[in-house]
């Protein structure tokens, strides 16, 4: 069974540190965190995208689920008041 090891953000954060700011390769920080570099890539390229605006970060993206989440709400509430309205306007004919 494979077993994927969860590292802390605060972990994942210094290593692309050593890569970016430090200037080690992705091979020799790699090593030196034995951390495999497939992961280090996925690390550095999720930073990068973030750093460009390309992804959001958690508070951002927690944000966006509850807007979305509030927006169908509203959507919802919208459409019932539509129905809520046409009915009485046909009673009061």
Do not use: H
Request: hydrophobic share 35%.
């Amino acid at each position: 069974m494979n077993q994927r090891k969860a590292y802390p953000k605060e972990f994942k954060e210094e290593a692309v540190k050593l890569i970016i700011e430090q200037g080690y390769s992705v091979i020799e920080a790699s090593e030196s965190l034995g951390v495999s570099r497939k992961v280090l890539y996925n690390w550095k390229n999720a930073y990068e995208r973030r750093q460009n605006g390309l992804s959001l970060v958690e508070d951002e993206r927690a944000e966006l689920m509850r807007l979305r989440k509030e927006n169908k709400q509203l959507r919802m509430e919208k459409e019932i008041l539509k129905k809520a309205s046409a009915f009485f306007a046909k009673e009061l004919k």
